[in-house]
């Protein structure tokens, strides 16, 4: 096995697991793009495995993906922070706003955290000294996504479908869904 | 940083692909080496310089 090979192939599987998701998504089956991502994972590793001699990365990579990591991260929360103070102010203008200001801030919020908890655990000479304060800090961060995934997943405060119609359950913060309610 | 690499690989007769695989690295990176355009770590400019039959000290060097 070549590189050349390797990524030829890489792409043939990354179309085909695109075309995948994005079929699953239209059909509402959810099960399909999770097998797809475990089975083209399994094969990618497999066929990385069969590179020998060759060297798909290396440590000027790791610099220049780190790099662009730290790039992308401090571009997308800039970038959100602006969008979700602008959507908080107007959200008068439109009741839709007002959840995607919420999922912007938890996700910028969850990603700076993500992002502290890693540099601390990569920096291991710190983690050791502060261990338990990391430990501390990552299980609250797992319980405010578990939280906030019950809360928007929970029947709660939701547009709920019956007979063909989006019925207000509790006092929803968004719009009822554009889908079809075909329950 | 400056180096010699091109000039002591050429000496080698050895190609850009040889010190790459030699050293574990893509061509690309020994290409951006020999332009002074990236500044390797320890590790690597000791297998460059072992590749190259020669020492780190005398491979890479700063000018004033």
Not at chain 1, 129 to 137: D, F, P
Not at chain 1, 172 to 179: G, I, K, L, M
Request: charge should be positive; charged fraction near 20%.
């Amino acid at each position: 096995m070549t590189i050349k090979k390797y990524k030829y192939i890489r792409l043939i599987v990354i179309s085909f697991l695109a075309i995948l998701v994005s079929q699953s998504i239209i059909f509402r089956n959810y099960l399909l793009p999770i097998i797809g991502i475990v089975l083209s994972s399994s094969l990618l590793f497999y066929l990385r495995s069969k590179l020998k001699n060759e060297f798909l990365a290396d440590e000027r990579d790791y610099k220049i993906g780190g790099d662009a990591a730290r790039w992308a991260i401090q571009i997308f929360n800039t970038f959100a922070v602006i969008v979700m103070i602008i959507l908080y102010a107007q959200q008068d203008l439109n009741p839709s706003f007002l959840p995607i200001a919420t999922t912007l801030a938890y996700s910028v919020c969850f990603l700076m955290i993500l992002y502290s908890l890693i540099f601390r655990y990569l920096d291991k000479a710190t983690f050791a000294k502060n261990r338990k304060l990391y430990i501390i800090i990552g299980i609250v961060l797992i319980l405010m996504v578990a939280f906030s995934g019950l809360k928007l997943f929970s029947a709660e405060d939701n547009w709920i479908c019956q007979n063909g119609q989006w019925v207000q359950h509790g006092h929803p913060a968004f719009p009822a869904p554009s889908v079809a309610c075909t329950k | 940083m400056e180096n010699r690499i091109k000039e002591i690989r050429t000496k080698l007769h050895l190609t850009q692909e040889d010190v790459a695989k030699k050293t574990g690295v893509r061509r690309e990176t020994i290409v951006f080496l020999e332009q002074g355009k990236y500044n390797p770590s320890l590790k690597l400019a000791y297998e460059v310089a072992k590749t190259l039959k020669t020492s780190v000290d005398k491979l890479f060097f700063l000018k004033y």
